[in-house]
């Protein structure tokens, strides 16, 4: 059973560019959480979906970022437009199924830089 | 927003030693807790579980107190692999606290 895999792991890109980052959770998993991390500093809620729907997403930042959980495929978050602050490193994690109380396991991150 | 809180550290600690670190909340309906340790440039890695009042794994311990809204990690016989920063979380897994470095020292 594969872990949380997150592609790339790398990514570079110009101020103005769009990022792609992609996270498929475990299997059986149906939950997907995204968070950003600057480094020396804590974990940042961004988004939390279910597939096909977004269950919160207060914080995400109101313009720019978006995040989708297909029926089929990886959960996409998404930056448009990248600028120097959005440089982090993203996670996600997911959950199974049943409630609060199921555990959520890491992907091991992408880490963004813009040039 | 509901927050939770952590003493940030950094805990120095002689190899072997037991050290203890807590994790308060202020959102009452939480029902579990989770902590996770996280390695520098790692991703967070789940270490323990909290469903009720406690839970023990080797050298590890963690224990609710609800009526104080609060949850604590002890680990005993700490060895320089426990050097890591120990993050905590509630059920919702949005609101993390900021963490807590422990360095072991030799």
């Known amino acids: 059973n594969a872990g949380v895999m997150q592609n790339p792991r790398h990514l570079v890109r110009r101020r103005g560019q769009e990022a792609r980052l992609r996270c498929s959770p475990m299997k059986g998993h149906s939950h997907v959480y995204w968070y950003r991390q600057l480094p020396e500093e804590g974990l940042k809620f961004m988004v939390y979906l279910q597939k096909e729907n977004i269950i919160d997403e207060s914080g995400m930042p109101k313009e720019r970022f978006s995040a989708e959980f297909p029926k089929e495929g990886p959960s996409i978050l998404r930056i448009q437009q990248v600028v120097r602050g959005d440089s982090a490193a993203y996670f996600c994690a997911s959950s199974p199924p049943g409630g609060q109380n199921t555990e959520a396991f890491f992907g091991q991150g992408t880490r963004l830089t813009v040039v | 927003r509901k927050e939770v809180e952590q003493d940030p550290g950094p805990f120095n600690v002689p190899e072997g030693a037991t050290v203890a670190f807590n994790c308060t909340y202020s959102n009452s309906a939480s029902q579990s807790f989770f902590w996770y340790r996280q390695d520098c440039r790692k991703e967070p890695k789940l270490l323990m579980s909290?469903?009720?009042s406690g839970n023990e794994d080797g050298r590890f311990t963690a224990q609710l107190n609800r009526a104080s809204q609060y949850i604590s990690l002890l680990i005993r016989d700490s060895k320089l692999s426990d050097s890591a920063t120990y993050l905590c979380?509630?059920?919702?897994?949005?609101?993390f606290g900021k963490g807590t470095r422990l360095h072991i020292l030799p």
């Open positions: 909290v469903y009720s």
């Open positions: 979380v509630g059920d919702d897994k949005i609101i």
